[in-house]
């Protein structure tokens, strides 16, 4: 070789070097940019081609559920569930305004679609709310929110919920709150240990019609239940609920509640708990049947976990209990079967009110060094499971069985839960992961001090897991549920022969007005591109109900019905009859029109509604204040 | 010119022969799917509807495709009321009556034809089917003159008279209209060329027959 050839070489390798070399992103990113280019690979779904999975992510204190697809990360869309919202009139119609009874917001905290088997049957999403105590299903067959339970009697703070049991028989509720019970009893602050009680609750669920109604309560120590989860296969009679702060301190809790190295895991037998109900060893409380420990034994068992643990997560063969606990390094693994001999045999090393505390040596399999502040646990199809760790921001992968830490990721930032493909079920799919981060500094452009949360996409098939993606929500995604695309078959038009509404009208002939008294009905049809009828004729004081019918047949058309300066905004699917109610107490000519954008006539689809009063013309039409809090 | 009409005289006397009945009785089967299968078809593409709005005509009905997310028919008559064009309603169509009938009534000559056996009888049925068959196209085309030019004059999109097109393909607004026969179209033509076959068929049989 000639020294000039050689010298072309190296020249060429430093070239090469330097083009697939490292880059220095603004976020301290030092990504080869290879690996770029293969995310983007990964993530990038053309315009036009579908994700591969829905991924349902709690909206928090929004109140709302987000759906995402993945691998785009791409928010779809947003089901309103505990808060009212206009972009699709939820909140607004006389049926979504009962639903709601009033609240005008909820904390929506761990969805949990139902299960056949303990895997997702995509039949039901269901929602927990941590502020006023309710429980939501959403149909997944047109993605609307059918039924809002509560508030639930006793319970207080529904935090550790809703989780599903293996076959929807039950979904998981409980306090994360304790209270003095019933709801409305006063006890002094300093009587806690002894006079607050928690809950843990099975609320039912019709296996045809999803319809939620109150199972059994448990009374519980005044211990903060935080989390749970279902058993499955062996584990599949069993609920789990983790709790701090089983000191049952007051004041202070972030010093009162953290000085014991270990508080628990409540396990339930929940057939137990409905044989006690039927056999009526209950007594009522709060018009709830509850089950006290004290007087029916096998219900309810106690095992301790390091330490002030978050979550609890049931590994898919339904064999291990794995207890995250946020302030040691450890993640703590129990064995059903253990567990179940300790019972058998009376292992127990203690009792808080009656229930029994099993041995802790007896019935766990291993403490597995995950990292700092381990949190929640996903798993994958080859026995890993995947354990978020909020104090060091990662995400460590072990292996059930070796309990051996095999791998690490960082994530941006401070993760609280993370959501693996169908990674709660018994078929987890092992394909993707993400990593629900609570604090996103410095990963988007800045948009002011209300920061959004980072969602991050993980590539969980290798050995190594891989960073796909960051995206963004608005507060707060909790838990999310991801699930195979193609288990989800959505309608998107509701059939006309499906209607069943006694006062939908579906031809323009049919379109009026009737008044009896100081009541009026009006039965209105929306279609590209009018409202008929297009006037309303009423009298100040009158009751005005409108029946409004979209009588489109194709995806898309939907129409909406803004009410001027009466605070009303309705909209209705094809095919839909929705009910809008209000007093007409402002006198004058109020517009109504078409807010949901329809066709190339949209801005033309409106109307009057005209109120004839005797009054003085008001110069000021203040919002009605009532109409606001109805 | 005597001898002319006594040659007619005797071709419309004569006896079709077994292969032409055979024939006869393929082409009356050959009818019997213009009952199910539409006669013709329209399909109407634009960007908001790649996969095509899809109108099929029957010999009894009017119907378009239909999904759980779309029925294309409704679709239709929603936007055609922009340009005041009448919604598209079978009740409007006495085609869906009479259609049916007559093909019904051409199925029953043909067996008729098959057991008296006369060319004559043969030659009224091919010629009442052939006017059928263009009288249904004219008075079709006839349909789509009179919806393209009875236009409201109301309408909020004002558009010049036009005929929707019978066969091929159009540009009407953002849509790409494409408009073609269809399988009971193709039938009914089957027949027709059936009839003349047999016809053909029995006529050379006929002249055989002559010296003899």
Do not use: G
């Given at each position: 070789m000639t020294l000039r050839a050689a010298l072309l070489m190296v020249l060429a390798a430093a070239l090469v070097a330097g083009c697939g070399g490292e880059k220095k992103g603004r976020g301290g990113r030092s990504d080869a940019r290879s690996d770029i280019q293969e995310a983007a690979l990964r993530t990038y779904v053309a315009p036009g081609d579908m994700d591969e999975y829905y991924l349902f992510k709690s909206g928090g204190h929004s109140g709302q559920v987000y759906i995402y697809g993945v691998p785009s990360m791409r928010h779809l869309a947003t089901i309103p569930v505990f808060t009212p919202y206009p972009a699709t009139g939820y909140g607004f119609d006389k049926e979504s305004k009962e639903m709601l009874g009033g609240y005008t917001w909820g904390d929506a905290h761990h969805p949990s679609l139902s299960e056949t088997n303990g895997d997702y049957d995509g039949r039901w999403l269901f929602i927990s709310d941590n502020a006023n105590n309710r429980m939501a299903r959403i149909d997944m067959r047109d993605f609307k929110t059918k039924q809002i339970f509560g508030p639930i009697p006793n319970v207080s703070g529904n935090h550790c919920s809703s989780f599903t049991t293996e076959n929807t028989e039950y979904i998981l509720a409980g306090s994360r709150f304790s209270i003095p019970l019933p709801k409305g009893t006063y006890e002094k602050v300093e009587d806690y240990a002894t006079k607050y009680k928690g809950v843990v609750a099975g609320i039912a669920v019709d296996?045809?019609?999803g319809t939620m109604s109150l199972g059994w309560e448990v009374l519980m120590p005044p211990f903060d239940y935080d989390l749970g989860d279902a058993g499955k296969g062996p584990s599949k009679d069993w609920g789990f609920w983790t709790c701090y702060n089983s000191e049952r301190a007051t004041g202070k809790l972030e010093v009162t509640s953290t000085q014991k190295d270990r508080d628990y895991v409540a396990a339930v037998n929940w057939p137990a708990a409905e044989k006690a109900i039927r056999d009526g060893k209950f007594k009522m409380l709060g018009g709830a049947k509850v089950i006290d420990p004290k007087d029916v034994e096998g219900v309810v068992y106690l095992l301790p976990a390091a330490k002030s643990p978050h979550g609890v997560d049931v590994s898919p063969d339904g064999k291990y209990i794995v207890a995250s606990g946020k302030l040691q390094s450890i993640t703590t693994v129990f064995n059903i079967e253990k567990m179940l001999t300790a019972i058998q045999k009376t292992d127990f090393t203690g009792n808080e009110d009656g229930i029994p505390v099993l041995n802790y040596d007896a019935i766990k399999d291993a403490e597995v060094n995950v990292g700092l502040g381990p949190l929640h646990t996903q798993f994958d199809d080859k026995g890993y499971a995947y354990t978020s760790l909020f104090v060091e921001s990662a995400i460590a992968k072990w292996k059930l069985g070796t309990w051996e830490v095999v791998d690490k990721i960082p994530v941006s930032y401070n993760i609280g839960h993370l959501c693996s493909s169908e990674g709660d079920t018994k078929h987890p799919t092992g394909k993707y992961l993400v990593a629900l981060n609570k604090l996103s500094h410095g990963r988007h452009l800045s948009v002011g001090p209300s920061q959004p949360e980072s969602s991050q996409l993980i590539d969980i098939e290798g050995e190594k897991m891989s960073l796909l993606y960051d995206a963004f929500t608005e507060p707060e995604p909790h838990y999310a549920q991801m699930i195979k695309a193609d288990k989800l078959k959505p309608i998107e038009v509701y059939p006309k022969e499906e209607n069943k509404n006694p006062k939908a009208i579906w031809d323009v002939k049919d379109a009026k007005t009737v008044r009896s008294g100081k009541n009026v009905e009006v039965y209105m049809l929306a279609v590209r591109s009018s409202f008929e009828p297009n006037t309303i004729d009423v009298n100040k004081g009158d009751k005005v109900t409108i029946y409004l019918t979209n009588i489109e047949q194709t995806t898309d058309e939907l129409h909406g019905f803004g009410l001027n300066d009466y605070n009303i905004n309705v909209v209705v699917d094809p095919g839909e009859t929705k009910t809008i109610e209000f007093v007409a107490d402002r006198q004058g000519v109020f517009p109504f029109y078409c807010t949901n954008f329809c066709s190339a006539l949209h801005q033309e689809m409106q109307g009057y509604l005209l109120v004839k009063g005797s009054g003085a013309v008001s110069s000021l039409h203040a919002p009605d204040k009532s109409l606001a809090t109805k | 010119m005597q001898k002319l009409l006594d040659k007619a005289g005797t071709f419309f006397d004569t006896q079709i022969d077994l292969r032409s009945r055979v024939i006869i009785i393929v082409a009356s089967v050959v009818l019997l799917p213009t009952y199910f299968v539409p006669l013709w078809n329209m399909t109407l593409y634009s960007n908001q509807f790649p996969d095509g709005l899809v109108l099929n005509i029957y010999s009894s009905k009017l119907e378009g495709a239909k999904t759980p997310n779309r029925d294309d028919l409704k679709e239709i008559n929603a936007l055609n009321h922009y340009i005041g064009m009448r919604a598209l309603k079978?009740?409007?169509?006495?085609e869906f009556k009479w259609i049916p009938f007559v093909i019904g009534g051409v199925i029953l000559l043909a067996l008729r034809v098959i057991v008296l056996g006369a060319m004559s009888k043969l030659v009224d049925l091919f010629v009442l089917f052939t006017y059928f068959g263009l009288f249904s196209l004219w008075t079709f085309y006839h349909k789509l003159y009179l919806y393209g030019h009875?236009?409201?004059?109301?309408?909020a999109v004002k558009v010049a008279p036009f005929t929707p097109p019978m066969f091929g393909h159009t540009t009407l607004a953002n849509f790409e209209v494409y408009s073609y026969p269809d399988w009971g179209s193709y039938c009914m033509a089957l027949a027709a060329l059936l009839l003349l076959t047999a016809i053909w068929l029995s006529r050379t049989s006929s002249l055989k027959q002559k010296p003899a």
């Open positions: 296996p045809k019609t | 079978e009740d409007d169509f006495t009875e236009l409201d004059a109301t309408a």
